[in-house]
């Protein structure tokens, strides 16, 4: 190729890992400030790009890779890309990756939530926190539920759902789990699991965990149908996306007593994938602070892990450039069109 260096542009400021990696061979072009771009603007600024590394509020539709013709490479920041077309992109020859991060930080914020909402202590610290509080008394105000030696169901068990079940050892639980594309009957002993059908999953457990990925088909699985399958004094917890749950229908069973408490670090107003999302999370689910649990979407809130996601990224870009098949990759390209990044 001819003396030009490969384009890469970021949709958000580039984080230093991967300027470290990138700037030696590439032209980086990156936003002046932080804040959601229109679609105009984003073809715009990557229309000459090879590679878009992009996060998980940008979605990467059709007419945004046609407008790019030089594109080589869709690298997301994260694990999930339902947010991008990714159709669309094989047909152009255009690879799209993810960086795999590890788990173990959103499998430890798992039990940290059910852990939360089982003993009830985002509302005993509102209330110490209140100076209502002057010492032990019987019967306590903020009766919980006992964990260890219940029931744990996990739906969807990929490394996230084994994570959460390798802890749930430590608290000599019962495992149940579904899962709707693998089993695989070694997990069973090495983890003492028994694969059961979903509904049996969720009428058998005392906490229910979601760890799949969102699929059109996962959207909304647990539901009023579902919900109504559950014990009144089971817990849903999720770490995984906040589309997979109806909010509404989780307020409602809450309200009414046939759902003990919800916890949840993700939330249906983040799929941006599905226009008819809500703009915020479900008022009703705010206001029942004393059944349900909440963080602002922290599985991989931890510095050295958000910077190996950007490194992955990166390094999923230089494998394209220079004409190999990223570790990241999620579609096939055939065949590659190499660009050395050099």
């Known amino acids: 190729m001819s003396g030009r260096k490969p384009v890469v542009y970021y949709t958000r400021k580039a984080p230093d890992p991967a300027k470290d990696l990138l700037a030696p061979f590439c032209e980086l072009i990156e936003p002046d400030e932080h804040r959601e771009f229109s679609k105009k ?61 590890s788990v173990e930080p959103t499998a430890d914020l798992t039990w940290a939530l059910l852990l939360g909402i089982a003993r009830r202590v985002n509302s005993a610290d509102s209330f110490v926190r209140s100076g209502r509080f002057s010492g032990w008394v019987h019967p306590s105000p903020f009766y919980g ?14 490394q996230l759902g084994i994570a959460i079940a390798r802890r749930a050892r430590g608290f000599d639980m019962t495992v149940l789990y579904y899962d709707s594309y693998r089993y695989d009957g070694t997990l069973d002993v090495k983890y003492n699991m028994t694969a059961l059908p979903r509904d049996e999953v969720l009428k058998r457990s005392d906490f229910v965990c979601l760890a799949s990925p969102l699929t059109e088909q996962t959207f909304h699985q647990i539901s009023r149908r579902e919900l109504s399958l559950m014990k009144p004094t089971a817990y849903l917890v999720n770490p995984s996306r906040g589309s997979e749950v109806d909010e509404q ?91 050395a990044a050099e």
Request: hydrophobic share 45%; proline share 5%; aromatic share 4%.
């Open 41 to 101: 603007e984003l073809i715009h600024g990557a229309r000459a790009s090879d590679a878009l590394c992009c996060f998980v509020t940008d979605i990467i539709d059709e007419e945004i890779i046609e407008s790019c013709p030089e594109l080589k490479i869709i690298s997301l920041a994260g694990r999930g890309f339902d947010n991008i077309d990714v159709h669309a992109a094989t047909t152009r020859n255009v690879w799209v990756t993810n960086a795999v991060e």
């Open 145 to 158: 539920s006992l964990v260890t030696g219940r029931t744990l169901g996990i739906i969807g068990m990929g």
């Open 249 to 339: 229908a989780v307020a409602e069973a809450l309200a009414s007593g046939r759902l003990a408490g919800y916890a949840a670090d993700v939330y249906e107003m983040e799929d941006l994938r599905f226009p008819q999302r809500p703009a915020y999370i479900d008022q009703d689910l705010i206001r029942l602070s004393d059944r349900t649990i909440f963080t602002p979407h922290l599985g991989t809130a931890i510095p050295e892990v958000r910077r190996e996601i950007m490194k992955t990224q990166a390094l999923n870009v230089l494998q394209a450039l220079r004409g190999e098949k990223p570790a990241g990759a999620i579609n096939r390209v055939h065949p590659p069109r190499p660009l």
